[in-house]
């Protein structure tokens, strides 16, 4: 173990200083009270059960949270957003020793999980200790519940443990009572209606003058094999004489000066974020290679390309931020991550999907919105009503889940 440690250590995977936390070691004491504890993997998840901290605090301003996660991304975000007094720690090692270790320390009084998390040896031990458990959000692929299925008597085992299963959508409801969770299970996306990140109204204020003669669009999480055909897309768009500027966020940051080198072979004029540079009117391409700081991108781009859906193994990424802040979506095809909600978004219109995901159909696509501000406004109307019609299974769960937390019926 050691070996793939410092190998995750020298990728920056793991965080050296507090690895010990990944054997269930901490140096923060627990804090008196009760403890609610939620588990998501990473930076979608997270945000759902700070959200949910956040709205449980306000009922009952004495419960005490602890977060843990897995990726330092999600550990950096939890360390901007949670409350104080919150804690986060990095989930330990699904091993028996180690899931003890972090058991006897924190002695959490609720267990949540949120989406898809499911450690055998966590959730054994919770049950054996009597620690009321839920799983929230949950979101499997045809592949996970054909794997589960298969595991038969252990998936009966493991999901029987929660006492409170709500699902993100159908399929994973259907799947989790075939597993053998007999309870009924709520239905609907809790992303839909969490509370949308806070904008940083000084920094758009000094970058909207820079940008309000141009038509401006955002390529939001990129992945390898799509920078390319989104530089390309910029070049057709550019063809338009308007001068439209691209802002364009990795998914991994740590890829930036590769596209800029790229996006430079082509032409393009380039500034950064993380540099603090500005997009001046001679800039084509910005680079929003930034932390935590997409909401913000979101606002400044009145269309976003949401990517990770133009090539195929990705998944897509989730569309309810730009529709929550008010950014008209356009989005490949690619999207099984999220399939049930990019198809609720394109029936009513209120999402705009690619389904030839070539550069010239990208340009053409953007050419026809970008220009067009009613259709833009139409569109965030029509995202703003789908997630008022979310909001109520989100206030039905966090109702559930205060009621788990505080010992009444669910």
């Known amino acids: ?41 990473s930076v979608g998840e ?38 104080a007094g919150d804690i986060h720690q990095f989930f330990p090692f699904d091993k028996k020793q180690f899931v003890n270790a972090f058991l006897n320390h924190w002695q959490p009084d ?10 055998i040896n966590m959730l054994l031990e919770l049950s054996e200790r009597k620690i009321p458990t839920a799983l929230l959000n949950a979101r499997m692929t ?8 298969a595991y038969g008597a252990l998936s009966k085992k493991l999901f029987t443990t929660f006492k409170y299963v709500h699902a993100a959508n159908t399929i994973s ?40 003669e141009r038509p401006v669009w955002l390529a939001a999480s990129t992945h390898i094999g799509e920078d390319e055909i989104i530089l390309k897309s910029h070049e057709v768009l550019s063809l338009t004489g308007k001068k439209p500027l691209l802002i364009l966020a990795p998914r991994h940051i740590e890829r930036t000066e590769g596209i800029i080198l790229m996006a430079q072979k082509n032409g393009f004029k380039t500034a950064r974020r993380s540099m603090k540079q500005l997009p001046a009117p001679e800039i084509d391409v910005y680079f929003w290679d930034t932390m935590g700081e997409l909401a913000n991108a ?32 356009l989005s490949g095809i690619y999207v099984h991550n999220f399939a049930d909600i990019y198809k609720d978004l394109e029936n009513i219109s209120a999402a705009s999907m690619i389904y ?55």
């Open 298 to 329: 979101y606002r400044l781009a009145p269309v976003s390309l949401v990517c990770g859906s133009l090539i195929r193994g990705i998944g897509g990424h989730n569309p309810i931020e730009p529709a929550q802040i008010g950014s008209a979506i």
């Open 356 to 410: 030839d995901p070539s550069s010239q159909q990208i340009a053409m696509k953007l050419a026809d919105l970008i220009f067009d501000k009613k259709e833009i406004a139409a569109m965030n109307i029509r995202a703003q009503n789908y997630l008022k019609s979310s909001q109520s299974i989100y206030d039905e769960v966090l109702g559930d889940v205060l009621n788990l937390v505080t010992g009444g019926n669910i």
């Open 173 to 212: 409801a259907d799947a989790i009572n075939e597993f053998g969770f007999v309870r009924n299970i709520k239905v609907g996306n809790l992303k839909s209606a969490a509370a949308p990140h806070k904008i940083d109204d000084a920094l758009v204020n000094e970058f909207l003058p820079l940008m309000k």
């Open 46 to 83: 997270t945000m759902i059960g700070l959200d949910l901290a956040a709205q449980l605090r306000l009922k009952n301003p004495e419960l005490k949270f602890l977060f843990t996660s897995q990726t330092q991304t999600a550990a950096e975000i939890i360390a901007k957003r949670m409350g």
């Open 110 to 119: 609720t267990a949540i999980f949120l989406e898809g998390e499911i450690w």
């Open 1 to 41: 173990m050691n070996s793939i440690l410092n190998k995750r250590i020298k990728a920056g995977k793991e965080d050296a200083a507090r690895i010990q936390e990944r054997f269930g070691i901490s140096l923060i004491p627990r804090p008196n009270g009760k403890l609610i504890w939620f588990h998501g993997a």
């Open 142 to 149: 045809a592949k996970t519940i054909r794997n589960w299925l």
